[in-house]
């Protein structure tokens, strides 16, 4: 088994990875000493294909399952509440609970938030069942909900108390879905790793179709490299972890946008790693070849590259977000493949320039 420490200051927690491990992951869990009680979040998808298999991993721990919508609908204020109503009901004096989030990204976000708030945080653990979340929502932490305002607005920092993957579970995934997580891999290797962006490049064929070897590559090392950034900055107060969100402030807008239906989180990434791209050239800090380096590998994992958009709410969603600092917004920028850098005060000319000429260079 695979194991990546992520060593923080109170709350350091171990990724396992291993192919097969739901299996064995109800005695792992176990061990933890977390409660004597897991209450299961499934993804509907998730409950579809592994309910037996689920049921038997923890056949000798008492646990309920509560199913949520795939997508994210699952992180919704009522999802969120339906979890909170589903644990009063199974929480009794004589039980101790905790959660296990067994899905994607969505059930993740939802499942740590919930557990965050619920008499001011239980424990949980991540099974994250699809690529995407294997190699970046399971881990670091940040939980949260979206309101049609904006993506994860209601959040915290709330660390699980460990992340088990399984390879296996990709095996029932569409290609799209494995092109979605791949995404968030392209990001990984423009952000920290020029060799690993090779590597992309050169087993784009083998990565997509799941080959054992070249999908675990691509498991440990973006595991490792969001490993090493949040032991750097756990709560992003340094500017160190802001990293990781390269493209995401115009992917999380898009998404709001379009009413988190039209476009998923891995093509909105996609997206919004170009436009990151597009606005570093604009601001001098890349230049075109890097563009077309990203570009080229996006399509190679059958990622979009155009799109259309409602420029003013796409504007105004990116007003919202997160990142930003005294009203004024703050991105990260890209300098050569392997190395992006954290800017403050992005004139908000710039970044509306940039969308409408991004519209036409797409």
């Not at 490049?201 to 440990?220: A, C, F, G, H, T």
């Amino acid at each position: 088994m695979k194991v990546i420490k992520i060593n923080l200051s109170k709350n350091s927690y171990n990724v396992y990875i291993k192919q097969n491990l739901l299996e064995s992951v109800g005695s792992h869990i176990k061990e933890f000493n977390l409660g004597n009680f897991a209450i299961i979040l499934a993804s509907r998808s998730v409950f579809t294909f592994y309910k037996n298999k689920i049921e038997k991993s923890f056949a000798k721990f008492p646990h309920s399952i509560i199913v949520l919508p795939d997508g994210e609908t699952a992180k919704t204020q009522a999802s969120l509440f339906k979890i909170i109503q589903g644990i009063i009901k199974l929480d009794k004096l004589n039980r101790k609970v905790f959660i296990v989030c067994m899905g994607g990204g969505t059930v993740g976000d939802v499942g740590g938030f919930a557990s965050s708030v619920y008499k001011r945080g239980i424990p949980y653990v991540q099974v994250p069942t699809t690529l995407l979340a294997q190699i970046d929502a399971s881990i670091g932490g940040k939980t949260a909900i979206d309101l049609k305002e904006a993506k994860n607005i209601l959040g915290a920092f709330y660390q699980p108390k460990a992340v088990f993957v399984d390879p296996g579970f990709l095996n029932t995934l569409k290609k799209k879905q494995i092109s979605e997580g791949l995404a968030e891999a392209v990001k990984y290797a423009v952000i920290k790793s020029s060799a690993f962006f090779s590597f992309l490049v050169i087993n784009y064929r083998e990565i997509l179709s799941l080959k054992p070897s070249s999908i675990s590559k691509v498991i440990d090392t973006c595991a490792g490299i969001k490993a090493k950034i949040v032991e750097a900055d756990e709560t992003e107060k340094k500017s160190i972890r802001t990293i990781l969100n390269f493209g995401h402030t115009f992917a999380h807008a898009l998404e709001a946008a379009s009413k988190y239906k039209k476009v998923s989180h891995g093509e909105a990434v996609s997206l919004g790693m170009l436009y990151a791209a597009f606005l570093s050239k604009k601001a001098g800090s890349c230049g075109m070849n890097e563009i077309y380096q990203i570009r080229d590998l996006l399509k190679k994992f059958e990622l979009p590259v155009k799109c259309k958009y409602d420029l003013k709410a796409i504007y105004k969603t990116m007003s919202y977000d997160k990142k930003n600092v005294s009203g004024r917004f703050r991105m990260v920028l890209l300098e050569a493949i392997g190395k992006v850098k954290v800017v403050d005060g992005i004139p908000e000319g710039l970044i509306s320039k940039t969308l409408k000429e991004y519209g036409a260079f797409i």
